[in-house]
């Protein structure tokens, strides 16, 4: 590490969150060919919430989820800690099915913050949550025109509660350096993400669902799920691995696994926090093309969050978490960027992990009633919420096919059944995904010098690289 504020640095080892809340007592492996009425693939928040449901609204049925390492080793134990109504695709689901439908996603997406924090209290997990909302600010005037565009988007999709708020409006509630405005939504929670996917797998474990660590699957097909230990056979087989898709035999180009990096700081003095504000924990983001999130965490430090090497190579994925020194500094210089206060402040652990991102930008859920095949993903980030609805509406979709129940108003939102085509082969992938950060952080900086108003046309080129317009 080139600072002296990053030289003690915690860099990798999963992540802070299960640096502080411990790795749980490892779950024995699959001990050989087994069956089960769904085989759920994947230990994290999309698995754990599907079985949880499941079993809650059939209690008989036989539920086994296969974990590759352990449960939340993924992006559900090292994400920003963001559950928020923000959902992946609703533009293009507009689009595709029309205002309506894609108004009755995001209402499900606001109900979802509400459910998350409901289930975590009847289950007595305990998770840091605070809902606080959901903070959005701008601090140049092209990222002020977006905001106001945003917020008045989110208005026309029903979010009749968030409010825009000017610089001074936006001073008072947290003091980020020269934001000129902000948008507000009570759609949000600051939470730990290990402390809930920890907690919610000892729930799914205590209903009599067995869970299975250290088992990773190679291969998924139809009422199979192959591993180095042996087979499960099962009606339904149900993919939930998001960001380590790719890991799966026939599925490297399904979606792609976009790495993010963090880092936390040490807790921060009273005094410090009386210059900042933030007094209402909401979890933080701007309105930059290569955008930041952040949250002020339960023993008052900031964690804060970007984009840094943004994809690796024929869509591999990291081990342990480990972030390149030059993404440290850069998530440090923009915590002094956003808090100049904060410039003597000690970095404690800086870790990174990866999203799914389909090739059109959209979360899925689906179940193909010919095969008992079934998925969900492609959160884009904002999976920490999303996967619960995801995980409701596949129990709706499975207790359909199976006879059990009828259509439910999850089973009809736009996102159900959607088809996406794949990425495109290496090294095209590869050069699209670094080209199109390029540009963004290159627009970023353009209109951090500039006074106009409108978006930098690199961030419309690299709009049409990724394939969003």
């Given at each position: 590490m080139s600072s002296g504020r990053t030289a003690g640095t915690v860099n990798g080892g999963i992540s802070f969150w299960f640096a502080r809340a411990g790795i749980p007592a490892p779950r024995e492996p699959l001990p050989g060919d087994t069956h089960a009425d769904v085989c759920i693939v994947g230990g994290g928040y999309t698995g754990l919430w599907t079985a949880y449901y499941l079993k809650k609204a059939v209690p008989f049925?036989?539920?086994?989820?296969?974990?590759?390492?352990?449960?939340?080793?993924?992006?559900s134990g090292r994400n920003g800690g963001w559950l928020y109504n923000g959902v992946a695709g609703r533009d293009r689901y507009a689009k595709l099915h029309g205002h309506d439908a894609a108004v009755r996603l995001q209402r499900a997406?606001?109900?979802?913050?509400?459910e998350v924090v409901r289930v975590a209290a009847e289950e007595k997990i305990d998770a840091d949550i605070h809902r606080g909302g959901v903070l959005e600010v701008a601090y140049t005037p092209a990222q002020l025109a977006r905001l106001k565009d945003y917020h008045?988007?989110?208005?026309?999709?029903g979010e009749r509660d968030r409010v825009l708020r000017g610089a001074r409006e936006t001073a008072e509630r947290i003091k980020v350096n020269g934001a000129v405005g902000s948008t507000w939504t009570p759609h949000g929670a600051r939470l730990h993400p290990a402390k809930l996917v920890t907690g919610l797998a000892a729930a799914v474990e205590a209903l009599g669902v067995t869970v299975h660590e250290s088992t990773p699957v190679t291969e998924i097909r139809p009422k199979h799920a192959v591993t180095p230990y042996g087979t499960v056979r099962a009606p339904y087989i149900l993919r939930c691995t998001e960001g380590f898709t790719a890991s799966v035999?026939?599925?490297?180009r399904t979606w792609l696994p976009m790495n993010s990096s963090m880092i936390v700081t040490e807790p921060l003095p009273a005094a410090l926090w009386d210059t900042l504000g933030w007094e209402g924990r909401e979890t933080l983001g701007d309105m930059a093309h290569a955008y930041m999130y952040a949250q002020r965490t339960a023993d008052d430090r900031i964690a804060l969050g970007g984009r840094g090497v943004p994809y690796r190579f024929g869509s591999k994925t990291d081990t342990d978490g480990r972030t390149a020194p030059g993404t440290v500094e850069a998530l440090r210089d923009l915590l002094v960027r956003f808090f100049p206060a904060a410039a003597g402040v000690a970095v404690d652990h800086a870790w990174s992990g990866v999203l799914g991102v389909p090739r059109d930008w959209c979360a899925t859920v689906t179940l193909d009633r010919s095969t008992g095949l079934g998925w969900a993903g492609g959160y884009v980030g904002s999976g920490v919420a999303t996967a619960n609805l995801a995980a409701r509406t596949l129990r709706d979709l499975i207790q359909q096919d199976s006879g059990q129940a009828g259509p439910t108003g999850l089973t009809a939102l736009p996102w159900v059944n959607h088809r996406v085509r794949r990425w495109e082969p290496e090294p095209l992938r590869w050069l699209g995904v670094h080209g199109m950060y390029a540009a963004y952080r290159a627009a970023d900086r353009r209109e951090t010098s500039s006074s106009r108003a409108d978006s930098d046309p690199l961030a419309r080129v690299a709009d049409r690289i990724a394939g969003r317009h």
């Open positions: 049925l036989n539920i086994t989820v296969l974990e590759a390492k352990f449960c939340g080793y993924g992006a997406m606001n109900d979802t913050v509400g008045s988007v989110e208005i026309a999709f035999k026939g599925h490297r």
